[in-house]
């Protein structure tokens, strides 16, 4: 079994890509789990078949302890969290090939407290994989590109999973955007040459210092083009997942 927990900045498509990547996968007669666990999701693009919802329920949380929308989203999964070992149970109950996690909108919320750490530890078991969703729109600008370097190496510090970077959305690009990330992945000299050309001074020698410190980091995770839309890349992403984490590549890199 192979658990993947998806990962990316709000709005990334991480439950749009959890259904449609469990679609693919049924339609190739591998057997999903789908979980959710986003306490103040209101509508999700797929059924979930374990979904912290039905533990806690946010709205009433911020109504009832008069709290804001993110400080009710702490609580929720702090509670979450308190009854993990049940959610862990019923969700390590079922075989199945893929598990798929759903992680909180708030990518902050999950990654840079206590609780994701929690999640990602209990629940699954066999493989376990994080995807980091990446938008190609924004990180096909230089400096967005090592920004986005920057949060994917900061995510893998903070769980130390083999992590699959995810290029998503790329029906609603131009592909010489994903070519142009593409080939930034592939060399840190070609990303050096059009950070030196795109940008300059202080802009220009803080990306460059960042590109370089964090390259060997985030380099040696794949990069994998899809779309939840046309589902392209699909295929490639199953591939990568069975053949480098199966085979436990990224793991000793
Ligand atoms: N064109 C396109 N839109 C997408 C894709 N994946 C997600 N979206 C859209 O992006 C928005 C945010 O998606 P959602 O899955 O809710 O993001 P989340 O906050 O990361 O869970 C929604 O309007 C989706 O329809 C994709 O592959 N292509
Ligand atoms: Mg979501």
Redesign the pocket.
């Known amino acids: 079994m192979y658990t993947i927990f998806i990962t990316g900045t709000a709005g990334s498509g991480?439950?749009?890509l959890a259904g449609a990547f469990s679609d693919w996968l049924r339609s190739q007669e591998q057997s999903t789990l789908l979980v959710n666990l986003?306490p103040a999701?209101l509508t999700?693009p797929y059924e979930p078949d374990v979904d912290v919802r039905e533990m806690v329920d946010y709205e009433r949380v911020m109504t009832t302890r008069r709290l804001g929308p993110n400080a009710a989203l702490i609580a929720t999964l702090r509670e979450v969290a308190r009854h993990i070992e049940e959610v862990a149970d019923e969700v390590n109950s079922h075989e199945v090939d893929f598990l798929i996690v759903?992680t909180?909108?708030q990518l902050e919320l999950f990654a840079y407290r206590k609780e994701g750490r929690i999640f990602t530890k209990y629940i699954g078991e066999g493989r376990k994989v994080m995807l980091f969703l990446l938008d190609p729109m924004f990180c096909a600008v230089t400096r967005n590109f090592v920004a986005s370097m920057f949060l994917a190496s900061s995510i893998y510090l903070t769980f130390q999973l083999p992590m699959i970077q995810i290029l998503n959305k790329i029906d609603a690009v131009p592909k010489k955007y994903i070519d142009r990330i593409e080939r930034w992945s592939e060399s840190l000299e070609s990303l050096i040459v059009d950070i030196e050309n795109r940008s300059k001074n202080v802009l220009m020698h803080l990306s460059r210092e960042i590109a370089q410190s964090v390259y060997d980091i985030v380099s040696n995770m794949p990069i994998v083009p899809v779309s939840s839309i046309t589902m392209e890349g699909f295929a490639e992403l199953h591939a990568i997942l069975t053949r480098v984490v199966g085979e436990g590549e990224i793991e000793l890199r």
């Open positions: 991480k439950s749009t986003d999701v999700l759903d909180p909108g």
